[in-house]
């Protein structure tokens, strides 16, 4: 759930209803601020009442690049939204031209952007694997075709397409 506090929108991450022997009750929340990414604790009196923040999620095409700016295509007016370099967040690296991410507004104003969940990107360039090199889990570096580095098994070669998990960053599965 996300609401409204001090001009923040926050998002309950868990949170825990105390009755104690004496006095009144209270709930201690942990919270995260949705825009800045900060986690705190805090004491609220079970009556505290918080306007609900409504968090607009819209697949958007990305476009292009052009500096810092990020241009994403929305699908259904055909209008290209700006989003700035510090609004993407670190796994943007494994998101090519033309792909569709989920952008996170709130009232209007872009805060994050969200990859899909696994990509198919094509290995531009790795060092052979050679026989005998393997030991339990042996992997080795790639760059794949945006950029982005990753660590691979000995096995997967130039020119291989690959799924990748952009939440962890990490290699799944030859494509």
Not at 65 to 70: M, N, S, T, V
Not at 132 to 158: C, H, Q, S, W, Y
Request: net charge negative; proline share 6%; aromatic share 12%.
């Amino acid at each position: 759930m996300t609401f409204e506090m001090d001009g923040n929108v926050y998002q309950i991450v868990e949170f825990l209803h105390v009755k104690p022997g004496k006095g009144a009750a209270f709930v201690r929340a942990k919270i995260r601020n949705v825009i800045a990414g900060s986690v705190t604790e805090r004491t609220f009196n079970p009556n505290d009442k918080f306007p609900t923040a409504y968090i607009e999620r819209k697949e958007m095409e990305y476009s292009y690049a052009d500096g810092d700016l990020y241009y994403f295509m929305d699908p259904e007016t055909y209008d290209m939204v700006p989003v700035g370099k510090d609004e993407l967040g670190d796994n943007f690296k494994f998101v090519k031209e033309n792909m569709v991410c989920k952008i996170l507004s709130y009232k209007g104003k872009v805060f994050g952007v969200e990859p899909p969940t696994f990509v198919e990107l094509e290995v531009s360039q790795t060092d052979p694997g050679f026989k005998g090199d393997t030991a339990t889990n042996a992997t080795k570096p790639a760059t794949l075709e945006t950029g982005a580095e990753i660590r691979v098994p000995l096995f997967i070669n130039e020119g291989d397409k690959i799924r990748i998990d952009t939440r962890t960053g990490e290699y799944m599965e030859r494509a």
